[in-house]
């Protein structure tokens, strides 16, 4: 089972893999790459696994990713 940190880091990862093709599919939904993180970072909390109590380092996963990647940018209710 992954751990909350490891749950935010790959939601993080795919995201960033996956935005190009959905923005490219559904320009409606996904005009920017904003909007798939957004996307992306909730599904983060519905994630099984995913509790109140952990949320904050499924959330630092997430970050993470996004900083490393050259990215500042925080979700909402992150």
Known sequence: MQTPYQIGSGNAAE???QADGL???EPDYY???GDV???YA???GQTEGV??????????GFLDVLRKAG????PHGF
């Open 42 to 44: 909730l599904n983060v």
């Open 23 to 25: 923005m490219a599919r």
């Open 71 to 74: 990215i500042d940018y925080r």
């Open 51 to 60: 509790t109140n109590e952990n949320s904050a380092e499924a959330h630092r």
């Open 31 to 33: 005009r920017t790459i």
């Open 15 to 17: 995201a960033l893999d």
């Open 37 to 39: 993180l957004e996307s």
